[in-house]
């Protein structure tokens, strides 16, 4: 008899625990839902004119429009991402994320709604002068990555010849392009079509056979099984009602 009321203790406890610690429940109960970004990744997440703004900016108000709760957005960095994520500075991280093994292993990412891959930004011309790492891995090459993310992962491994600078801010890079500060950028396929579409000065090199093939996907708790689900769940929903088709349309077409 003993035996049952501890087990039974045992279990009122952990549901007890379990809803205290619950994401989803916080969420409603405040009224709010956090939303990390680094605000400087076209056509994902940026500000303009002191508003943010971006596909994944729109899918988080949606987001937050089916939970019935506001949205509010945290500032964060490529550098400290997964830092600001596990220190619970706030609910999701979202902005044009690259799914990988090391993320996945230490916090939960949703299913993925892109496929992508790692491309240059170039100078209008320049697109067959940079057609391959070969091309762009020379000691006369200046090369142009933003700090702490997989661009810069990869010119850590791939371009260790060419002359690298980096940035803290990701959107300072292609106006250092655009400059003639750099000769090349680090990017991926989404924002090199942005720029392209959107600057007649820069065009994307590569874009037709991208260097990799990686997908993107939101960053929530590595506990966060309850939140996880919800948000897969209104994702899929929302693209069964059309609404993620619309904003596609919008930003990544």
């Known amino acids: 008899m003993k035996k049952i009321l501890v087990a039974l203790l045992i279990a009122v406890i952990s549901v007890i625990s379990y809803a205290k610690n619950d994401t989803v429940e916080k969420i409603l109960k ?12 076209k056509p994902f997440t940026y500000i303009e004119n002191g508003e943010h703004k ?18 509010e957005f945290v500032p964060t960095t490529w550098k400290t ?16 994320i690259t799914k990988t093994i090391k993320r996945q292993s230490v916090i939960n990412m949703t299913d993925p709604y892109l496929v992508f891959g790692k ?7 320049d697109k067959n002068k940079y057609d391959s790492l070969e091309a762009v891995n020379k000691p ?11 661009n810069e992962a990869l010119v850590n491994e791939y371009i260790t010849k060419a002359n690298v600078i980096r940035y803290k801010n990701n ?15 680090i990017t991926e396929t989404p924002e090199a079509i942005t720029y392209q579409k959107n600057n007649p ?8 056979k991208p260097l990799t093939k990686s997908q993107m996907g939101y960053m929530v708790g590595k506990e966060d099984q309850h939140f996880l689900n919800t948000i897969n769940y209104i ?4 693209e069964l009602k059309g609404e993620i088709e619309k904003l596609q349309n919008k930003y990544l077409k």
């Open 30 to 41: 405040r009224g709010v839902l956090y939303v990390g970004t680094t605000s400087d990744y």
């Open 54 to 71: 971006g596909y994944d900016i729109e899918v988080a108000k949606l987001i937050a429009k089916e939970l019935g709760v506001k949205v």
């Open 81 to 96: 991402l997964l830092d600001d994520l596990q220190a619970n500075k706030f609910d999701i991280a979202m902005g044009g």
């Open 119 to 125: 491309c240059f930004l170039v100078r209008k011309g």
């Open 140 to 150: 006369n090459v200046r090369v142009g990555v933003n700090i702490g993310g997989t």
């Open 171 to 185: 959107l300072d890079v292609p106006i250092a392009l655009e400059n003639n500060e750099i000769d090349i950028m």
């Open 201 to 208: 000065k820069l065009e994307g090199a590569l874009l037709d």
């Open 235 to 238: 994702l899929s929903d929302l």
